[in-house]
């Protein structure tokens, strides 16, 4: 069992930068991939980007790739997506995510879901 939080979000300008934190429960938090969802009002929900067990491979959609930076510190049991340039269709809300297959990160099929944390872009 993995329990996952989120933190960090908020409202920011069209243009301004967050820091999403997801600290995970346990001690195995290095055998999970790890992955960033968001979901915006009335739209389904997105996989933003997504990190494989020992950072080697990440994942990034089209619509964030080369303004959202994910990564992990397996030491510390937490994953980061790091928001720059954030526009206001980003506005969502955000959810981390662990997967125990080690393989297809662009994939739903997660196991362990937090909460969710609100990112609230303005124009």
């Known amino acids: 069992q993995v329990q996952l939080v989120e933190s960090g979000g908020g409202l920011v300008q069209a243009g301004g930068s967050l820091r999403l934190s997801c600290a995970a429960s346990?001690?195995?938090?290095?055998?999970?991939?790890m992955g960033w969802f968001r979901q915006a009002p009335g739209k389904e929900r997105e996989l933003v980007a997504a990190?494989?067990?020992?950072?080697?491979?990440?994942y990034y959609a089209d619509s964030v790739k080369g303004r959202f930076t994910i990564s992990r510190d397996n030491a510390k049991n937490t994953v980061y997506l790091q928001m720059n340039n954030l526009k206001p269709e980003d506005t969502a809300v955000y959810y981390c995510?662990?997967?125990?297959?080690?393989?297809?990160?662009?994939?739903?099929?997660?196991?362990?879901w937090g909460q969710g944390t609100q990112v609230t872009v303005s124009s």
């Open positions: 990190i494989s067990r020992s950072s080697i491979i990440t």
């Open positions: 995510a662990a997967r125990g297959n080690p393989t297809g990160l662009v994939t739903s099929e997660y196991d362990y």
């Open positions: 346990g001690r195995t938090f290095s055998s999970y991939a």
